[in-house]
C-alpha cells in the first residue's frame, strides 16, 4: 500500500517562498515517478511538475516553470516542491502523486497514488 503525506502549505505574501514536502511510505521509493498538482477553488485539478525515478528529469507546467522547482531525495523518500515568487494565483491545495513508473508523467490519470493534500494560499 502507497501512502504519501503532504506538509509545508500555509499563508504567505506575494513573492515569498515555500517549501513543500512530501513523504511517501512504498516498498522501493526509486521505482516511482512523482508528480505534484494543484487544485485551486473552483478550478480543475491541474499538472505542475514531475520527476522521473532517480531525480534527473523534471518537467512543469508553463506557469511555473522558473519559479518552482521539483527534487527528491531516494534516500528518505521524500519529494520536495519548491516555489519561489509566489503570486495569488498560486493558490490551491497542492497535492503529490506517485506512479510505479521510472518516467515522469503530466497527465493526472497516470497516477494512481495520491496525498491527501496541502494548502497554500498567497495574499496580495
Known amino acids: 500500500q502507497v501512502q504519501l503525506v503532504e506538509s509545508g502549505g500555509e499563508l504567505v505574501q506575494a513573492g515569498c517562498s515555500l517549501r513543500l514536502s512530501c513523504a511517501a511510505s512504498?516498498?522501493?521509493?526509486?521505482?516511482?515517478?512523482m508528480g505534484w498538482f494543484r487544485q485551486a477553488p473552483g478550478k480543475e485539478r491541474e499538472f505542475v511538475a514531475t520527476?522521473?525515478?532517480?531525480?534527473?528529469?523534471?518537467e512543469y507546467a508553463d506557469s511555473v516553470k522558473g519559479r518552482f522547482t521539483i527534487s527528491r531525495d531516494n534516500a528518505k523518500n521524500m519529494v520536495y516542491l519548491q516555489m519561489n515568487s509566489l503570486q495569488p494565483e498560486d493558490t490551491a491545495v497542492y497535492y503529490c502523486?506517485?506512479?510505479?513508473?521510472?518516467?515522469?508523467?503530466?497527465?493526472?490519470?497516470?497516477?494512481?497514488?495520491w496525498g491527501q493534500g496541502t494548502q497554500v494560499t498567497v495574499s496580495s
Open positions: 520527476i522521473n525515478w532517480s531525480g534527473g528529469i523534471t
Open positions: 502523486a506517485a506512479r510505479r513508473v521510472a518516467s515522469r508523467n503530466r497527465l493526472e490519470y497516470e497516477y494512481p497514488y
Open positions: 512504498v516498498g522501493t521509493f526509486s521505482l516511482y515517478a
